[in-house]
């Protein structure tokens, strides 16, 4: 051995001590204290449990730059209704970037993409931090607001397509409904904390006429809990797999040419514009027409994500037993119906708004939990990045055009229409309409083909002997 080599090894032997130390530190709190040698955190174990809580600062970050706080900023602002409904569907806007976020993604690898992507996405905010104090107009303002949204769930969706493919790679499959059912219950329940803090500030901001201040404190503290998550997101397991990258058309073209991709992405278009109606006018009418605060809104989301906590442990182990469509068909059915319940509330009679958060929660938890798991389940892993892609663009297309043309429909109604011998709140009847739209996208789910998975009857079965769904879920 070479004399310079006997030399280093003491220091190559302390900067492994050292190293380890450090790394040993820095997931102590995500992973529990150092194991023995023969009980080691498996690189991907540690994975799941440092996504998991990225995932959480992450919604608490998107609780701070979009829905509510959008909302918000739209209201003061002057915005009409075609401009709150924009706002409300930019994220749907930005999934028609999905078809390239799955070309990156095959080109340069799961995890690159998602930490240019993401990283790049969640400091686009500073725009916002000196906004109302550089003497612009209300309109100018709005307009920087849109784009700055716009170009960061734009740069989302490349981040969160790769993330996808990257993630599909480190899960195994067995494991995917449970974790990912638990790891989405988590991060909702965050994100709705951040968004019930935040909403308790804009309200405590407009009784003191501050609220401008309060928007752009909220945009700061997006940015800075967006360098945290992408420095998490670094430290995450790549795993070792040949890449073939697929040029995009041959991906779309085999894509494409599944038939069980094909009549998941029929579902999903019908489905994304039969929900996208009314996606971007649900905090509007719970705002202005029944007079809640922001914190109530917040209080809302928050009691639908602890349902959704509550339930996806259920849902995730009936997908990893019985496939993603049967859960898929069953929630599309119970959630085509809950529109419905927002017919009963008035600013006297809110019952039905908590009634909606358990419910809502319940089957909601199911449906997200199959959606995202039935691309992974149709596709190898060359070809996922264009199935996700494609999912995506059915998804978030629609859903955009679709609230657009809500928009457009709320402000031609008359300020109380007469349905039925009774007079209505505008927005009731685009509930309605989304409503009878679901019961029509479900029963095309019902078309919806999986390999390898149970019929419907085998989850109703399940669902009515509760003592068999136990027994059979907890294997």
């Known amino acids: 051995m070479p004399e310079h080599a006997q030399l280093s090894q003491p220091v190559v032997a302390s900067h492994v001590r050292a190293t380890r130390w450090l790394r040993s530190l820095l997931l102590t709190p995500l992973v529990g204290p150092p194991r023995p040698a023969h009980m080691s955190v498996s690189p991907v174990r540690r994975t799941m449990a440092i996504s998991q809580w990225e995932g959480m600062l992450a919604d608490i970050y998107a609780s701070l730059t979009s829905g509510t706080i959008l909302m918000a900023w739209g209201l003061?602002?002057?915005?009409?209704?075609?401009?709150?409904?924009?706002?409300?569907?930019v994220p749907f806007i930005a999934q028609l970037a999905q078809l390239g976020a799955g070309a990156l993604t095959a080109h340069f690898g799961g995890r690159a993409t998602t930490l240019w992507g993401i990283g790049l996405a969640r400091q686009l905010f500073w725009l916002l931090v000196p906004l109302p104090f550089l003497g612009l107009s209300?309109?100018?303002?709005?307009?920087?607001?849109?784009?700055v949204a716009l170009a960061a769930a734009v740069l989302q969706v490349?981040?969160?397509?790769?993330w996808s493919h990257w993630m599909g790679d480190v899960v195994p499959p067995r494991l995917r409904g449970r974790y990912f059912g638990r790891r989405s219950a988590a991060v909702l329940v965050a994100g709705a904390i951040g968004s019930l803090a935040a909403s308790l500030l804009l309200d405590l901001s407009r009784r003191h006429h501050v609220e401008r201040e309060a928007l752009c404190a909220l945009s700061l503290a997006a940015v800075t809990l967006g360098a945290v998550t992408t420095l998490m997101l670094r430290r995450q397991h790549d795993p070792a797999v040949t890449r073939r990258p697929v040029a995009l058309r041959e991906g779309?073209?085999?894509?494409?040419?599944?038939?069980?991709?094909?009549?998941?992405?029929?579902?999903?278009?019908?489905?994304?514009g039969a929900i996208g109606v009314a996606v971007p006018f649900w905090g509007p009418f719970m705002k202005r027409d029944l007079q809640l605060s922001f914190t109530l809104l917040a209080a809302h989301q928050l009691g639908s994500s602890i349902v959704r906590l509550m339930a996806a442990p259920l849902w995730g182990r009936a997908v990893d037993r019985l496939g993603?469509?049967?859960?898929?068909?069953?929630?599309?059915?119970?959630?085509?119906?809950?529109?419905?319940?927002?017919?009963l509330p008035t600013p006297d009679r809110l019952w039905p708004v908590a009634v909606d958060a358990v419910i809502a929660g319940f089957f909601w938890s199911g449906h997200g939990i199959a959606t995202f798991q039935l691309p992974l389940a149709l596709s190898d892993r060359h070809l996922r990045p264009y199935v996700l892609g494609l999912a995506g663009m059915a998804t978030g297309g629609m859903v955009a055009v679709a609230g657009l043309l809500g928009g457009l429909l709320a402000e031609s109604l008359p300020a109380r229409p007469l349905l039925f011998g009774r007079e209505w709140y505008p927005l009731q009847l685009l509930f309605i309409l989304t409503s009878a739209a679901r019961f029509g996208s479900a029963l095309i789910a019902l078309r919806v083909t999986e390999p390898g998975s149970a019929p419907v009857a085998g989850l109703l079965g399940l669902l009515r002997r509760p003592g068999a769904a136990q027994a059979t879920l907890s294997r």
Not at 252 to 272: E, I, K
């Open 252 to 272: 779309v073209s085999a894509a494409l040419g599944d038939p069980h991709v094909r009549r998941m992405l029929l579902f999903l278009l019908l489905w994304s």
């Open 324 to 343: 993603a469509r049967p859960v898929l068909v069953f929630c599309s059915f119970a959630t085509a119906a809950i529109p419905l319940i927002w017919l």
């Open 76 to 89: 003061h602002l002057g915005a009409g209704e075609v401009v709150l409904a924009l706002l409300g569907v």
């Open 158 to 162: 490349v981040g969160a397509t790769a």
């Open 138 to 147: 209300h309109a100018v303002q709005l307009t920087v607001v849109v784009c």
